[in-house]
């Protein structure tokens, strides 16, 4: 699997990006100094995925999104390995913050909890976000070495 690293127009993938994340204000926040990867299945582009540099040699995974046609075939699974690869190039580990529903995810590729940050969702997005018909109301932070 090859991912793909886009420069310019990082913009034109928001619609997958707002699939992980539903606000465009918080995506704006990150996507300029963030590095945006692009994964393509044939001729579309089946994941996007944003990595943010860290002050202290880490970097954050911001955003992880597959469209809805090709999810839960693993590609996203691919998309992370490949991502882990590349940034173990220039960072020493890497967070990602989650919600409960997903940190199976996470756990599946060796990130270990970290911490929790109490009503992140409520507090920083304008409406509320569901997944899975649950309301996402902390938010769940896990890290691994690279």
């Known amino acids: 699997m090859e991912l793909q690293k886009i420069e310019c127009g990082k913009e034109d993938y928001m619609s997958i990006l707002l699939l992980a994340d539903p606000c465009v204000k918080m995506i704006e926040r990150y996507l300029t100094d963030g590095d ?4 393509r299945h044939g001729a579309i582009t089946a994941a996007v995925a944003v990595l943010y540099p860290l002050e202290d040699g880490g970097c954050e995974l911001k955003n992880i999104a597959v469209i809805k046609p090709l999810q839960g075939i693993g590609i996203g699974t691919r998309v992370m390995k490949e991502l882990m690869r590349i940034a173990s190039r220039k960072y020493i580990y890497m ?31 304008p409406k509320t976000i569901l997944e899975n018909g649950i309301p996402c109301v902390d938010m769940r932070c896990f890290t691994r070495k690279l």
Request: glycine content about 8%; charged content about 5%; overall charge negative.
């Open 36 to 39: 945006l990867y692009i994964c």
């Open 95 to 125: 967070l990602v913050g989650t919600t409960s529903q997903t940190e199976g995810f996470y756990l599946s590729l060796g990130f270990q909890y970290s911490h929790t940050i109490p009503s992140f969702f409520t507090d920083n997005y």
